[in-house]
């Protein structure tokens, strides 16, 4: 049978054809043609400093990242020093976004398992950083605060206390996160040996981010290729043994007890002094390729300027974009109840409108169903097995 | 930034030209962890190869750029020996071909066909060259990101 | 304010469908943070039960790019009268950032007939709640 579903949800628009045999996935293949706009093209005739605000919207859950990617990389091409305050806040900011996207990922996933309580108070802790973000830059999720040569608002002394009192608190509340993924018997049921794939399976995929980090592999472009001010900051790259999704839940969660400390660390170290240069010429020719870590793994920008100081070439490589192929092979051999869990584990970035299609392989009849059906198939199916949460 | 004594890179740049001296055309070491490789079509397969086994790299992305002359292909390998190495070749305009590497990185899979989608690259052997960025109703034969493309107001893009 | 306004509202308590056409994700988040205990959009109508076969307001994120065209008229189609429209954000409103990039159809309207426009880039889970309350409106006086 031929099911198509009609995602709709807090996801991309992603569309999955998923051969079946029986109850077990046989292969998957997907469409993620939705949400290509042209931005590559589009940034090409602006200039450079409009550019920022396109940038910025590639991906709404990670804007932080591209703009910060971005201006890097034409600070790299001017051989622009930015001042060290300004990296701070950067830094702050990137983290601060670190932690709203794993929360709300968590959130997901728990809605994704019919764990309300989770998705519901994951959302409500992700508000006390939705409104640090607020308070530093004016915006919740767009921040434009990235220009060439820093940053364009700056942290008082009065933020400083409010940020370091709501990261206590945020502290004290993620222990609930810790003490689930370490003792809840329902979660570890539903999350260990699904969506396995092994270190060497990772490796030869070329998977990065938690999903990697899930897998046992230490990368993290923080301390692979250290950019802002992550070679001076104390904190440790989380990495898991288990490889599966319980193994990438894990990581996830200890990875915002890492941010905590992070921004607690910067802001107590605040160096005093401008948090902008201003220079005055255009951007000179040149390539760059920069690198960012952003909340769902290596962020990849290549930034070619022609001799009139616009962009010539401008290629953005997203971590979902590498993990996809991670995803086709972790759901062979798994129900199709697995599959908004597997899928969920790598974190994508994508808005929802997503389409799966299942083909059982015996019968060439399509069934279509939407993600929501085929979540609350997949809750139903592991309630029948005695997972469940109140 | 870091301001290193670039002698890992170094280090990494003497053993590629120790061991493939005749498959490149020139090496670049442009800053720390930014190592630039120029070599021609044919020898391209012969030094990914090299890459992934000798120098424990991965692969980051395939990028595609049109040069109004030619088409410019990098990819970009990251070495264990924390360093990236990008490998450039040049395309023909008027026949941009070149074999694929999936057998070599299975995620290039992807990357070959967004630059396939966008830019008309052939990959050879490739093993399921379709669409991937670009709607199913978009016209044969357009390939938005080259220079010399105009959105012609006439023709259905889809939609 | 009225008074009691949710007495009012729980009478019609419609089923809103999230529909993304190719944004940035960014309004998505906010509609998502939207059904946190803090903002509470469910007091206005059920988001998380809504199928295009049951769905009284269409909330539609995105600057349309041309594959979603014709899913998202597919599921204007199955919506059952009287629908309302909501095109939340810059981009689903005119194309903001987007407007004018070759895969996208700079807004809404270009594509669906729109009744409730929210500004905002992306706008804030309020802004997105006061947009459903006055869909909420345009739904009951659709229905008399």
Redesign the interface.
């Known amino acids: 049978m031929v099911v198509g579903i009609h995602l709709t949800g807090l996801k991309e628009p992603v569309s999955f054809k998923v051969k079946v045999d029986g109850e077990k996935i046989v292969s998957m293949d997907l469409d993620?043609?939705y949400n290509?706009r042209?931005i590559?093209?589009g940034v090409e005739q602006k200039t450079l400093n409009k550019s920022i605000h396109l940038i910025e919207r590639i991906c709404g859950i990670c804007s932080q990242s591209h703009t910060t990617n971005f201006c890097k990389g034409i600070e790299?091409i001017m051989k622009i020093?930015v001042p060290k305050r300004a990296q701070f806040i950067r830094v702050i900011m990137g983290e601060l976004e670190r932690i709203s996207s794993h929360l709300l990922w968590l959130g997901l996933t728990g809605y994704e398992i019919g764990f309300n309580k989770l998705f519901m108070r994951a959302l409500s802790d992700r508000e006390i950083v939705q409104d640090l973000r607020e308070i530093i830059s004016g915006a919740r999720v767009t921040h434009a605060i990235n220009k060439f040569g820093g940053v364009r608002r700056d942290i008082t002394d009065e933020m400083k206390k409010k940020i370091l009192n709501d990261i206590k608190i945020l502290g004290k509340k993620i222990e609930y996160y810790t003490d689930l993924i370490e003792i809840e018997k329902n979660l570890k049921k539903r999350m260990k040996g699904i969506g396995y794939l092994s270190r060497e399976k990772i490796?030869?995929?070329?998977?990065v981010g938690p999903t990697a980090r899930g897998s046992g592999i230490k990368i993290d472009v923080r301390k692979?290729?250290?950019?802002l001010v992550y070679?001076e900051i104390p904190f440790k790259v989380i990495v898991s043994n288990k490889c599966d999704v319980y193994g990438r839940t894990y990581v996830r969660i200890y990875e915002i007890v890492e941010s905590v400390k992070i921004i607690k660390y910067c802001i107590e170290n605040l160096p005093k002094g401008s948090i902008s240069i201003n220079f005055e010429e255009k951007v000179k020719l040149g390539e760059v390729?920069s690198?960012y870590e952003a909340p769902r793994g290596?962020l990849?920008h290549?930034i070619?300027i022609n001799d009139k100081s616009m962009i010539?070439?401008f290629?953005v490589?997203t971590p979902t974009?590498?993990n996809?192929?991670s995803v086709i092979e972790a759901i062979k051999g798994m129900d199709v109840a697995d599959i908004p869990i597997v899928i969920e584990s790598i974190d994508p970035c994508l808005s929802c409108t997503a389409r799966t299609t299942i083909v059982d392989t015996e019968d060439k009849h399509l069934k279509t169903m939407t993600w929501e059906e085929l979540s609350k198939y997949s809750v139903r199916w592991y309630k029948e097995k005695g997972i469940w949460w109140d | 930034?870091?301001n290193s004594t670039l002698k890992n890179e170094r280090k990494i740049v003497d053993k590629i030209k120790k061991d493939l001296d005749d498959l490149i055309n020139q090496i670049e070491l442009k800053?720390s962890?930014?190592i630039f490789l120029i070599t021609k079509r044919e020898n391209l397969k012969k030094i990914l190869d090299y890459l992934k086994n000798k120098m424990n790299c991965?692969?980051?992305?395939i990028?595609?750029?049109?040069n109004l002359n030619e088409f410019e292909l990098?990819y970009?390998l990251?070495s264990g020996m924390?360093s990236?190495i990008?490998t450039k070749i040049k395309l023909p305009r008027d026949k941009p071909e070149i074999e694929s590497v999936t057998d070599i990185?299975?995620?290039a899979?992807?990357?070959e066909r967004e630059v396939h989608d966008?830019f008309g690259v052939e990959f050879l052997g490739h093993p399921d060259l379709k669409?991937?960025?670009?709607?199913?109703?978009?016209p044969e034969g357009e390939y938005?990101?080259r220079k010399d493309w105009i959105?012609n107001e006439k023709k259905n893009?889809?939609? | 304010m009225t008074k009691n306004p949710s007495k009012n509202i729980r009478k019609t308590s419609p089923f809103i469908l999230h529909f993304n056409s190719g944004g940035c994700n960014g309004c998505d988040i906010e509609i998502a943070a939207s059904l946190s205990p803090k903002f509470n959009i469910e007091k206005y109508g059920n988001l998380l039960e809504a199928s295009p076969q049951n769905a009284n307001i269409l909330l539609t994120v995105g600057p349309?790019?041309?594959?979603?065209?014709?899913r998202l008229k597919e599921t204007y189609n199955q919506m059952p009268e009287p629908k309302c429209v909501i095109s939340v954000g810059s981009c689903t409103s005119t194309g903001g950032v987007f407007k004018g990039l070759?895969?996208v159809?700079d807004g809404l309207d270009n594509v669906i007939p729109v009744d409730v426009y929210i500004a905002g880039c992306p706008p804030r889970p309020d802004e997105i709640i006061d947009g459903v309350k006055k869909a909420v409106e345009i739904l009951k006086s659709k229905r008399k």
């Open positions: 993620i043609s290509h042209g590559e093209k790299e020093t490796k030869h995929l070329n998977s692979d290729d250290p950019y070679d390729i690198l290596e990849f290549y070619k010539d070439r290629h490589r974009f590498s996809w192929t | 930034m870091n800053r962890k930014r991965r692969m980051n992305a990028t595609c750029s049109d990098i970009h990251w924390k990236m990008s990185f299975p995620v899979n992807l990357f966008l669409r991937i960025m670009l709607n199913e109703d978009w938005p990101l959105k893009y889809g939609g | 349309v790019t041309l594959k979603q065209v014709k070759y895969n159809k």
